[in-house]
C-alpha cells in the first residue's frame, strides 16, 4: 500500500492562506488521481479536492475560488493551497488516492494518514 504523508498544516487567522503538502511513497504516483479531504470534529470526513492524472480538477462547493490542488508528479506530491480561510475550514486535513465511480470520486486505501492540523482563529 502507498504511504501518504501530509504537511504544512498550523494556525492561521481569518482571510489567511496555508499550502498544504501530500507526500506519496507510491512509484506510479503520476498516473493516480489524487484528492484531499478533511475531517473537522464530531463531523464526517468531506472530500475537498480532486485531481486527475492529467490535472484535471473539482472542487467541492464550500471551498471552490478559495482552495487550488495541484500536483508535481516528479516530486511525487500533491498541494492543496488555501486561500481566504474561513473558522469553518478548522479541520485535520488528509490525501489519499481516489477513484471516479459515477460522478463522484472515492478514497481507494482504507487506511488513512496521520493528516496535517488546519486551525482558523483569531
Known amino acids: 500500500q502507498v504511504q501518504l504523508v501530509e504537511s504544512g498544516g498550523g494556525l492561521v487567522q481569518p482571510g489567511g492562506s496555508l499550502r498544504l503538502s501530500c507526500l506519496a511513497s507510491e512509484s506510479i504516483f503520476d498516473l493516480r488521481a489524487m484528492g484531499w479531504y478533511r475531517q473537522a470534529p464530531g463531523k464526517q470526513r468531506e472530500l475537498v479536492a480532486t485531481?486527475?492524472?492529467?490535472?484535471?480538477?473539482n472542487y467541492a462547493d464550500s471551498v471552490k475560488g478559495r482552495f487550488t490542488i495541484s500536483r508535481d508528479n516528479a516530486q511525487k506530491t500533491v498541494y492543496l493551497q488555501m486561500s481566504s480561510l474561513k473558522p469553518e475550514d478548522t479541520a485535520v486535513y488528509y490525501c489519499?488516492?481516489?477513484?471516479?465511480?459515477?460522478?463522484?470520486?472515492?478514497?481507494?486505501?482504507?487506511?488513512w494518514g496521520q493528516g496535517t492540523q488546519v486551525t482558523v482563529s483569531s
Open positions: 485531481i486527475t492524472s492529467g490535472g484535471s480538477t
Open positions: 489519499n488516492v481516489v477513484q471516479p465511480l459515477g460522478s463522484n470520486w472515492y478514497p481507494i486505501f482504507t487506511s
